[in-house]
């Protein structure tokens, strides 16, 4: 058995999963979340604002401080820190790589698109042994969503530049959002899946699974939970209509709407309109293009399980390689 430490460090949250690894399965021994909002304002500067950075430093102390808890040491190759879209766009990503490095240790790995996707991948498809294949894997973050088709291993993938934060930073400034702010982030949400149907093609996938924080608070909601509930949501397969209905009603909400339904962290009010508009125009594009080649999808199926785990799995690999 094996000790690790993956951290997912994003455009709106970092994550922490600390896991025991036997066999290719991951036992959970704390996994946490703090929204830190990395990417406030890049969309529009292309630089990592200072107070964004500093909340993020703070973040992965407390990480370091955890691991050190836990038993797994800062710097020791067992600990992986990952970085996705954000820092991928900010010109000052230096300043983000030393701080990190100095916090805990590890040099953070700054993945492309199409890396964090397989990541995101592995780390779902563990679970989803009661689901037909081959599956379309959607992490939707706060800048960008990765797509992968695949049933063990994928078979493709795609990382577009859409999230809910950037579309809200770009497009929805009224409370609640105006219909021609709508209709601006739908057309950026439309370019990018014409553009990714050009590489992904996800018409012949069975199953789609959901991915993240947007995608978990949607399922919260369409299954109309009374608080936050992973072991609820987590595996949970949903009809596309009522995934679809979930996410138009938190379009439509306003600010205090979104902020007084029990299981919304409090991170994700402002930006969760956005992720709810992206969410549903990826489900309903999937779903038309399986209907259209004559398939047609089984459910649509939330996962707990996501990158963090592919990048606890891939500790090990590395381990096993050297």
């Known amino acids: 058995m094996t000790r690790v430490a993956a951290i997912d460090c994003g455009t709106n949250s970092i994550r922490l999963l600390v896991a025991d690894v036997e066999g290719g399965t991951l036992t959970d021994v704390d996994r946490r979340m703090e929204v830190v909002r990395l990417g406030q304002g890049v969309d529009r500067t292309g630089r990592l604002a200072p107070e964004a950075l500093a909340r993020t430093l703070d973040a992965t102390r407390r990480y370091a401080d955890r691991c050190v808890e836990l038993g797994v040491e800062p710097g020791a190759a067992a600990v992986r820190f990952v970085a996705t879209s954000a820092t991928r766009d900010a010109e000052n990503r230096d300043e983000f790589v030393a701080g990190v490095r100095d916090a805990i240790g590890v040099e953070p790995e700054v993945v492309a698109g199409h890396e964090e996707a397989a990541l995101s991948f592995r780390g779902a498809v563990g679970g989803l042994a009661a689901h037909p294949g081959p599956y379309v894997v959607v992490d939707l973050g706060g800048g960008s969503t990765e797509l992968v088709v695949g049933t063990g291993t994928p078979d493709a993938a795609w990382s577009m530049d859409v999230g809910c934060v950037r579309l809200t930073e770009r497009h929805l400034r009224s409370d609640p959002p105006a219909a021609d702010e709508v209709a601006a982030a739908r057309a950026d949400v439309a370019a990018a899946l014409d553009e990714a149907a050009g590489h992904v093609d ?16 949607v399922t919260a909601h369409a299954l109309g939970l009374p608080a936050y509930q992973p072991e609820r949501i987590d595996g949970s397969a949903l009809a596309v209509d009522a995934v679809l209905a979930a996410c138009d009603d938190l379009l439509r909400r306003d ?25 549903h125009d990826v489900v309903a594009r999937v779903d038309a293009d399986v209907r259209a080649a004559g398939g047609a999808l089984s459910a649509v199926v939330t996962s707990e399980h996501d990158i963090l785990d592919g990048i606890a799995l891939s500790v090990v690999d590395r381990a096993a390689r050297a």
Do not use: E, N
């Open 255 to 279: 600010r205090a709407s979104r902020a007084a339904l029990p299981f919304m962290h409090p991170g994700r009010v402002d930006v969760i309109g956005a992720g709810a508009l992206v969410w």
């Open 202 to 217: 996800w018409s012949r996938a069975r199953t789609l699974v959901g991915l993240a924080g947007t995608v978990t608070t």
